[in-house]
């Protein structure tokens, strides 16, 4: 259990850290935050949702992604890793 609470806050934490704002680890995290102040739409959800791979897959090589649903203000991340599935739920703004 402590292993999908660990995945679930990793997920977030790449999400959330902006590409390029860590010094030491300019790879780490991802480009969602370019999607800030703009309309929803559907090239909204397929950056949001491309944004979402790239970032997972490349900082978090052990997490498969199943599937991701964008929702105007929700990124629902559906995953697997060593100890099974999970959903995960990130909030933007």
């Known amino acids: 259990m402590i292993k999908k609470i660990d995945t679930e806050e990793a997920i977030k934490r790449v999400l959330m850290t902006p590409l390029g704002s860590r010094v030491m680890r300019p790879e780490f995290g991802s480009e969602l935050y370019k999607l800030v102040d703009r309309n929803f739409d559907d ?43 999970l959903e995960v739920e990130v909030e933007f703004k």
């Open 43 to 85: 090239e909204f959800k397929l950056d949001a949702i491309s944004y979402t791979y790239e970032a997972i897959e490349k900082n978090l090589p052990e997490v498969k992604i199943k599937r991701v649903d964008v929702d105007k203000n929700l990124i629902t991340i559906l995953c697997e890793d060593d100890n099974g599935e």
